[in-house]
């Protein structure tokens, strides 16, 4: 395990399209009402630990901002490239019923998350999340997307690719890496 800073990790609100089960990458879709919700949620969570996280970063995509511009309110944030979501290229748009048409193995293993056509690979995604993760400067916020969430989580806390592929990508919550363990925290 590398000697990053502590973290609270929030992956953005529900959006239109994670409420039809399609798949966004980096096709955008707006925030439903239950996602504002959510994002306010995570505000009243982060709240009373800001002042501890002093460096506050966003995906860019503009689900993952409008979630940040609710859950940090007036706080300032970067926007950030590498917390985009992963690339599922061709995939991207479809019914997780499509993509069980075009996958082998099974479903259920998380293997073809980084395997979609021209998409992008687990060993690209985890080069651009270290290098992030390598260059913050202190405890950080940082608002992002369900896969990226697990990825950096994943190496903070120094899983393999088969452990992490499992954690949750709950909506609504924060998650908080500190002392080498992960806590979610719920209002």
């Not at 630990?49 to 002093?54: E, F, G, R, S, V």
Request: proline share 4%.
């Amino acid at each position: 395990m590398r000697d990053w800073p502590d973290l609270l990790v929030l992956r953005h609100g529900q959006t239109d399209w994670n409420l039809a089960g399609r798949f966004q990458g980096r096709r955008n879709s707006d925030l439903t009402e239950l996602g504002q919700a959510h994002a306010a949620q995570q505000s009243q969570i982060l709240q009373p630990l800001l002042a501890d996280y002093p460096y506050r970063f966003a995906s860019p995509q503009g689900w993952a901002v409008h979630t940040a511009r609710i859950a940090l309110g007036d706080v300032p944030f970067a926007q950030d490239d590498r917390l985009q979501e992963v690339a599922f290229g061709d995939w991207e748009g479809l019914t997780r019923t499509e993509i069980r048409t075009q996958i082998t193995g099974d479903y259920d293993d998380y293997h073809w998350l980084f395997q979609s056509p021209n998409g992008e690979t687990f060993s690209d995604m985890c080069a651009r999340v270290i290098s992030f993760l390598d260059h913050l400067k202190g405890p950080s916020v940082i608002v992002t997307h369900g896969v990226t969430s697990v990825v950096i989580r994943g190496l903070w806390l120094g899983l393999s690719m088969e452990d992490l592929a499992v954690l949750p990508k709950e909506q609504g919550c924060v998650i908080q890496l500190k002392d080498g363990e992960e806590n979610a925290l719920r209002v």
